[in-house]
């Protein structure tokens, strides 16, 4: 019984037991994934210890992902553009750290959405973890232009010229969001979390695809999307059982059926 968990603090909502569960039982895997709550200042003492017991690989989420880089000895350069690590495979004395969570967010959009990327205009509110996770992937599906817009435009404008290499990319202010429609719109601020939307522009939502990627509430981010005329309004669970998948792909090598347990989460 190969062993896997998934690290966080707070760490009791997790879905990814359910999620890797599903997937095992799909593939043929014979998987032990628990939740493991680590104290916030000890996450690298508690994760050896898993190791030291033979796991796997596990995942880490939120506050742990740049403590989870530091660890890692080898990084995917998902992993170095993010600047963070949400999966470690543990191969002998090797931790190899990737980020499936751009990955994830991409799937999302194009398989399970049917959302082509390429050539298209994409905005995204905030500048924090969250956006430097998903910009390369999102970048390497050739959008026209990407630009990040948020509070603090000097965050923007830095994130912007770090990924310029990538892809066509601007950073500004929230406050400098046009009433110029777009095609994507990707809410990655913590607003939702505070029940707030930001005050941008209404008319950049007319026809766009607007994407929170929180999930499991309906947010004032898709509210404000839905009175402004968006085309499409999606939360971020297809994208959580997506960056699952892939590092459950990088752990095992075998491509689970999303479609299904994105089913079973939604009933």
Request: with cysteine; hydrophobic share 40%.
């Amino acid at each position: 019984m190969n062993r896997y968990g998934v690290f966080g603090n707070p760490i009791e909502h997790s879905l990814s037991p359910i999620i890797h569960t599903q997937f095992a039982q799909q593939t043929g895997c014979e998987i032990e994934y628990e939740k493991i709550l680590a104290p916030l200042d000890d996450f690298a003492k508690i994760a050896q210890e898993f190791i030291d017991k033979g796991a796997k690989g596990f995942n880490i989420t939120v506050p742990f992902k740049i403590e989870a880089f530091n660890l890692a000895t080898q990084h995917s350069l998902n992993a170095q553009t993010a600047g963070a690590v949400n999966t470690i495979k543990i191969n002998g004395n090797e931790l190899m750290g990737e980020n499936t969570d751009g990955i994830g967010l991409v799937n999302d959009l194009t398989k399970n959405l049917n959302i082509d990327l390429n050539n298209k205009t994409l905005l995204i509110l905030g500048a924090g973890g969250a956006t430097r996770g998903i910009l390369l992937p999102l970048l390497k599906q050739q959008p026209r232009r990407l630009m990040i817009a948020n509070r603090t435009a000097s965050k923007a404008v830095d994130l912007a010229k770090d990924f310029s290499a990538y892809g066509k990319t601007c950073g500004f202010g929230l406050d400098k969001v046009k009433n110029d429609p777009v095609d994507v719109i990707i809410n990655a601020t913590s607003a939702s979390l505070d029940g707030k939307m930001p005050d941008i522009a209404s008319g950049v939502a007319n026809g766009a695809i607007c994407y929170d990627l929180m999930y499991g509430v309906q947010t004032p981010f898709m509210d404000w999307a839905k009175a402004n005329n968006a085309k499409m309004i999606a939360d971020g669970l297809g994208m959580l059982v997506e960056q699952a998948a892939a590092a459950f792909e990088f752990w095992t090598s075998k491509q689970p059926d999303t479609q299904a347990v994105i089913q079973n989460l939604r009933r």
